[in-house]
């Protein structure tokens, strides 16, 4: 999913009218995780609770591609691996630059599987860039936005 899908979902709820506490509480999540959601972290709320959403808000999930296509747009579509934004998992490797210090995820330990949860410490997998919803490569910083994928 997008954080253009995020945005959307966001301008739909201030458009009904509806706050992120009434809605938290009408789809079955925490205000705080509908506020990170609409920040651009699609992978903060589950498939089922972002379908919870749309529903109520009457936004469709669906995106047309470039060539005209159109596909599902959720979570789990995300290609690769993820990685833990916890930064304590012992998947990230630690290292520091000018006293700034910086993680280098290891997606292989953290996402064995293709899964949602890091399976060293059960946080849920970043898919994207966290800070600006970029694929997400090999190193510590995203090549798009030049924030670190993990933060103390």
């Given at each position: ?14 458009a ?28 903060k ?65 953290a ?42």
């Amino acid at each position: 999913m997008s954080p253009e899908i995020c945005f959307k979902l966001k301008a739909a709820r201030k458009a009904a009218k509806i706050g992120q506490s009434e809605l938290a509480q009408e789809v079955g999540c925490k205000q705080s995780a509908i506020s990170m959601f609409e920040s651009g972290s699609p992978t903060k709320l589950s498939e089922e609770t972002i379908k919870r959403i749309a529903k109520k808000l009457g936004v469709s999930l669906s995106a047309e591609g470039p060539d005209g296509a159109r596909g599902d747009v959720l979570p789990g579509d995300s290609s690769g691996k993820g990685f833990c934004p916890n930064p304590k998992c012992p998947s990230n490797n630690s290292y520091e630059v000018d006293g700034r210090r910086f993680f280098i995820p290891d997606r292989e330990k953290a996402d064995p599987v293709g899964g949602r949860f890091c399976a060293l410490c059960g946080e849920v997998l970043e898919k994207k860039c966290p800070s600006c919803g970029a694929p997400i490569h090999a190193g510590a910083v995203c090549s798009i936005c030049g924030d670190p994928y993990i933060s103390l």
